[in-house]
């Protein structure tokens, strides 16, 4: 059972552009939630996270925004950069855990 | 501040033999968790360890195991090594167990079991 679902395997955007990265979870215990980047062969790299007690959190180009109520976050890049192309995970945990539930990630290409 | 280190980066072992990876968290990081990245199977959680004690497991077989040392270094060892077992292993610190702490990621090992 997929707790965290990441439907869009990939997505391609031109540079300069909005890239949104959609994500789905089913557990309504989830209470943070917490986007990563990956290249290949590296470990992923912490982007952006945000409590359930939020609805938005910003840091820079990165945005992430959380629907409770749709069991549905989003994370908005902008402007897109070529050097944003990579795999972007999203991943939530519960309670008082450090145990991450990953999503299966988006391959973002950002092309010129 | 140094980030999350893992050794060895690459490794190759046979069927039927062991292994141990090590993980030396951020100083000053207490927690300290292990993933499996496979193409199959996505980023799954292997186990959670703080102040020396495993406080979570994910659904892996007892091959699986691990330890946290005094100075919060961490290890993992898988025996008996199936070729499924190949995989990038992925360490990860964080300040504190639980409550929205962001885990940093190391690099990671590359096992390749033959």
């Known amino acids: 059972d997929q707790q965290v679902k990441q439907n869009s395997p990939s997505l391609s955007v031109q540079e300069g552009r909005i890239s949104i990265l959609n994500c789905d979870y089913t557990?309504?215990?989830?209470?943070?939630f917490l986007w990563y980047k990956k290249y290949p062969a590296e470990g992923p790299t912490f982007l952006i996270s945000?409590?359930?007690?939020?609805d938005k959190n910003e840091d820079g180009r990165f945005t992430v925004f959380l629907n409770k109520s749709a069991k549905h976050l989003s994370l908005h890049i902008v402007p897109s950069q070529p050097g944003d192309s990579a795999v972007y995970f999203c991943?939530?945990?519960?309670?008082?855990?450090?145990?991450?539930?990953f999503g299966t990630g988006t391959r973002l290409q950002v092309f010129p | 501040k140094a980030g999350v280190t893992q050794t060895p980066r690459y490794l190759i072992k046979t069927r039927g033999q062991q292994v141990t990876l090590s993980c030396s968290p951020i100083?000053?990081?207490?927690?300290v968790s292990w993933y499996q990245q496979t193409p199959g199977q996505g980023l799954q959680f292997l186990f959670e360890?703080?102040?020396?004690?495993?406080?979570n497991k994910g659904n892996f077989p007892g091959r699986f195991s691990g330890r946290q040392f005094s100075n919060s270094r961490s290890e993992m060892n898988v025996s008996t090594l199936e070729l499924g077992d190949s995989a990038l292993y992925l360490c990860?610190?964080?300040?504190?167990?639980?409550?929205?702490?962001?885990?940093?990621f190391g690099p990671g090992t590359r096992l390749l079991v033959l």
């Open positions: 360890y703080f102040s020396e004690t495993q406080r």
């Open positions: 557990n309504s215990m989830f209470d943070y």
């Open positions: 990860a610190s964080s300040l504190a167990r639980g409550d929205g702490e962001t885990q940093y």
């Open positions: 100083s000053g990081h207490r927690s």
């Open positions: 991943a939530a945990s519960e309670g008082n855990t450090d145990k991450l539930i």
């Open positions: 945000i409590s359930s007690i939020k």
